[in-house]
């Protein structure tokens, strides 16, 4: 029985095939130089689990006939779903124009031409974002005009806790993107 839809239409031992860019690899598009790590997945597993609940709850809720509720119940889910989708988007982006940092509420975007360093540092860093602090690296960015943005990423956030090897992958490449597109 052959499974077309696990196939291609092409031939995939060809040169050519392997050399194409995917159509998402430009380098004029945002993309993150890591993946997020299982604790931030995992949060924002269970926050959608949560949201499923409460649509459920809505449907119900409507089949009472109580539809104010049911509308309230829904806007509850949309802003649950969009908060835990935002959580998921939530790191360093890198494209050709600049480096973007992703926050839950905020982003702030740095063009390359306004970077003067990003660095790795020894220091005490908080832990998964709690006021708990403990000694840890950081990875920080120096603004040519003053100051320093805040803390990218370090290694006890929600993505590279327990998993230095990635963070080291992480602080490499964002260093080599600000180092290739340093003007």
């Given amino acids: 029985m052959p499974l077309a839809f696990l ?8 040169q ?6 995917l159509p998402h690899t430009g380098p004029d598009r945002w993309r ?4 997020p790590g299982p604790g931030r997945v995992g949060t924002a597993a269970v926050f959608l689990l949560l949201a499923s609940f409460v649509l459920l709850s809505a449907v119900i ?7 104010p509720a049911a509308g309230i119940c829904v806007a509850v889910a949309a802003v649950v779903i969009a908060l835990s989708t935002r959580f998921l988007r939530v790191g360093v982006w ?13 982003t ?8 003067a360093a990003v660095r790795t540092v020894q220091r005490p860093v908080r832990w998964l974002g709690l ?7 950081a990875l920080i960015v120096d603004r040519k005009r003053g100051g320093s943005l805040r803390t990218l990423v370090t290694d006890r956030n929600g993505d590279f806790l327990a998993r230095p090897e990635a963070f080291e992958r992480a602080a490499d490449v ?4 600000a180092a290739e597109h340093h003007r």
């Fill in 7 to 14: 196939t291609a239409d092409r031939d995939l031992d060809d």
């Fill in 131 to 137: 006021p708990r602090t403990v000694q840890g690296q």
């Fill in 94 to 106: 890198v494209s050709a124009h600049g480096l973007r940092q992703v926050e839950l509420l905020r």
């Fill in 108 to 115: 702030t975007t740095l063009p390359w031409n306004e970077v």
């Fill in 61 to 67: 809720i409507a089949a009472a006939g109580a539809l």
């Fill in 174 to 177: 964002l260093e080599a993107w």
């Fill in 16 to 21: 050519a095939v392997e050399a194409a860019p």
């Fill in 32 to 35: 993150r130089p890591y993946r």
